[in-house]
């Protein structure tokens, strides 16, 4: 049987960042406001390093390099998704993310920003941003111009185990009090279009109005999410969404179960509870990738789990 490759978590600071990576998932944060834990990443600007078996010590990038038949021999540059745990204490900016193909024109051969978030927790009155007001690109620039901005965004509640698909064009922020489990493309690009007059370190932040203004899709249209469910005897698989760049789904289990890992490669982050995996344990923040041909796998436990593949 192909190894599981465990991975070690990289963290990020950010001004909008929290502690809660350490208080609700153990983790060992930098600083208090840690904002992003990259679970499962390949990224230049966040590569994780494999932490046990023959290839520990070496990096995710690496792996896919060198031994792309852990991962079907799958086609492409680079390792196609993005495992975070975003945790924000203030809220983020509002932001904007584009597709592949205005990446790779305007950003130097970057890939798009696909993403999904899994709230993981969250105050009891959160909000977050998905969308925006405005029927047409003239429209749009006039509110941007006259920083109309609680008539454009779209602010709606949100609530622990809520799902949002953010496609790129999409007017978007998580904000404060929210911690949350996101899938997405792997690509560091974003667009921002509104800090909030934040000063970091005594400036504002950099916007990108511009090409925020030429990404964002007028009018917004929401993403319809959610797919099959299937029962066991001792859990449940719901799909949260299956898209062009990676199917998500979560594991909801309170025994054992027998599953089939048919895919390229999957993905898996233990996001509450305890177990094992093929008498392997894992916990809560537990990430790892379960390689191609990997076949039947045992879990053991009550946990949840957040599971994606291309």
Not at 196 to 206: A, F, S
Not at 214 to 226: N, W, Y
Not at 234 to 245: A, D
Request: proline share 3%.
């Amino acid at each position: 049987m192909k190894d599981i490759v465990f991975l070690e978590p990289i963290f990020k600071s950010a001004i909008w960042g929290g502690e809660k990576l350490k208080s609700i998932f153990g983790y060992d944060i930098p600083n208090d406001h840690t904002g992003e834990c990259w679970a499962i990443s390949a990224h230049k600007n966040g590569d994780c390093l494999i932490a046990s078996g023959q290839y520990k010590g070496k990096t995710l990038s690496w792996l896919w390099d060198n031994h792309r038949e852990l991962f079907g021999n799958i086609q492409g540059d680079v390792f196609p998704l993005l495992i975070k745990i975003i945790d924000a204490k203030a809220d983020l900016s509002i932001q904007v993310h584009p597709d592949d193909e205005y990446a790779n024109d305007n950003e130097g051969g970057a890939l798009g920003k696909t993403e999904c978030w899994y709230i993981l927790d969250c105050d009891e009155d959160a909000k977050i941003v998905n969308g925006h007001n405005a029927k047409d690109k003239e429209e749009l620039k006039q509110m941007i111009k006259d920083n109309r901005w609680q008539d454009l965004i779209n602010v709606r509640p949100i609530k622990k185990g809520d799902f949002f698909q953010i496609d790129p064009g999409t007017v978007h922020a998580i904000k404060e009090g929210t911690l949350l489990l996101e899938t997405q493309q792997s690509s560091d690009i974003t667009y921002r279009l509104y800090d909030y007059d934040r000063l970091d370190n005594g400036k504002p932040r950099e916007l990108h109005i511009d090409k925020s203004i030429d990404v964002i899709t007028c009018p917004h249209v929401d993403v319809k999410t959610g797919g099959n469910i299937i029962k066991g005897d001792n859990y449940i698989i719901e799909e949260f969404i299956k898209s062009t760049y990676y199917t998500v789904k979560k594991i909801s289990l309170d025994g054992e179960g027998d599953f089939l890992q048919d895919k390229p490669f999957l993905n898996v982050s233990v996001i509450e509870g305890q177990g094992e995996i093929d008498g392997i344990s894992i916990k809560k923040g537990s990430h790892f990738i379960l390689p191609f041909d990997y076949g039947d796998y045992h879990l053991k436990g009550t946990m949840d789990l957040i599971v994606s593949h291309i």
